[in-house]
Nanobody
Framework: QVQLVESGGGSVQAGGSLRLSCAFS????????MGWFRQVPGKEREGVAR????????YYADSVKGRFTISQDNAKNTVYLQMNSLKPEDTAMYYC??????????????????WGQGTQVTVSS
């Protein structure tokens, strides 16, 4: 089992910044792909950014490239998502997930990942 706890969400005006944190624990062997995903009501959950814990390799959705940065602190077992130049369309529930780095760019299927409980991000215009 892997436990993930997100924090750092909130409300911000367009153009502002937020940093999300995801603290993880438990049996993380083979769960070496960490990702941030987001979902709005009525839409599918979508990948935002992911990082491979071993190599540090990152990958981003086109919609956030140049604005968001995913990073990790292995000593603290924490993954971060720095979000700058936020837009109203970034409003969503943001989830942290742990999956496999051998299963595509987004750490595998929904069912193959461990998920946190989510943290809400609201960007007003």
């Amino acid at each position: 089992q892997v436990q993930l706890v997100e924090s750092g969400g909130g409300s911000v005006q367009a153009g502002g910044s937020l940093r999300l944190s995801c603290a993880f624990s438990g049996y993380t062997y083979r769960r070496n792909c960490m990702g941030w995903f987001r979902q709005v009501p009525g839409k599918e959950r979508e990948g935002v950014a992911r990082i491979y814990r071993g190599s540090g390799s990152t990958y981003y959705a086109d919609s956030v490239k140049g604005r968001f940065t995913i990073s990790q602190d292995n000593a603290k077992n924490t993954v971060y998502l720095q979000m700058n130049s936020l837009k109203p369309e970034d409003t969503a529930m943001y989830y942290c997930a742990a999956g496999s780095s051998y299963a595509g760019n987004w750490c595998g299927t929904y069912e193959d990942k461990y998920w946190g409980q989510g943290t809400q991000v609201t960007v007003s215009s």
